[in-house]
């Protein structure tokens, strides 16, 4: 049955010029990051008995508590060994052949970049760039691993800050405006790894006139009666497998 499917995604890819890619936490599951309400659950129980997960990566505990906010996004939110996987792989492929246009992702942990895709518009920021409060250097997230307590700018003693939206932060609107024409313009939106659930999912995915829509997910998504094509399957095997034979024809 699923195979079936990946058959149909192969050929769905072959016919289409204007691909995008929207993902979400399950796109980095698969490189071993879990999705951040399971970093926050296993960070402290003590903790989260009395901070949400979306307290704790809020505007609000990085103002009032930066130590422990500085602390979590050590432990938890920068993985320095995760490396990219089948799904990120397949995308850089698509792009370098000319298909994908865009890669929309909620993940924070550039491994679209680092598997050598080029246009990705990252809702959420990245642990890769981290700006100092002040002067506004720029800092690498080893930087940012190797700091103990709050991490200070080396030319000015500042603050430097996650370039990550937190929660009660707005997206940065030039970010959302180029997914929204990406997705506008694509004649093929591919949705993984994402329930769909959080802003600004799921109003992004009503910016699509194309005609294929294929949704690829482990579980079942509200989308999913929507949709030209829905697998629910692993993302690294199904990429792996449905672009395997696109790069030589
Ligand atoms: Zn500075």
Redesign the pocket.
């Known amino acids: 049955m699923e195979d079936e499917k990946i058959g149909m995604f192969h050929n769905l890819l072959k016919e289409s010029s204007n691909i995008v890619f929207f993902g979400g936490a399950g796109v980095s599951t698969e490189s071993g990051i879990p999705d951040f309400r399971s970093a926050t659950g296993l960070y402290s129980r003590r903790l989260s008995a009395h901070v949400s997960p979306e307290e704790l990566v809020s505007h609000t505990f990085f103002e009032r508590c930066p130590e422990e906010f500085f602390d979590f996004y050590r432990k938890r939110l920068i993985y320095m060994e995760a490396k990219p996987n089948d799904c990120h792989k397949a995308l850089a492929v698509l792009e370098r052949i000319g298909k994908l246009k865009a890669v929309i992702t909620q993940n924070i942990d550039g491994l679209h970049q680092e598997a050598g895709s080029s246009h990705v518009l990252e809702l959420h920021g990245s642990v890769r760039r981290n700006y100092?409060?002040?002067?506004?250097?720029l800092y690498d997230a080893r930087f940012m691993q190797a700091s103990e307590g709050v991490p200070h700018?080396t030319?000015?003693?500042?603050t430097?800050k996650p370039d990550v939206v937190l929660y009660e932060e707005s997206l940065d609107m030039d970010v959302l405006d180029a997914a929204v024409r990406a997705i506008s313009a694509a004649d093929m939106l591919i949705v993984g790894g994402t329930s769909l659930i959080v802003y600004p999912a799921a109003g992004l995915l009503r910016c699509f006139n194309g005609d294929r829509l294929v949704l690829i997910n482990k579980t079942a998504t509200q989308a999913d009666r929507k949709a030209t094509l829905v697998i629910h399957d692993s993302l690294g095997k199904v990429f792996r497998e449905a672009v395997d034979g696109l790069t030589g024809s």
């Open positions: 100092c409060m002040d002067c506004h250097a700018c030319r000015c003693g500042a430097v």
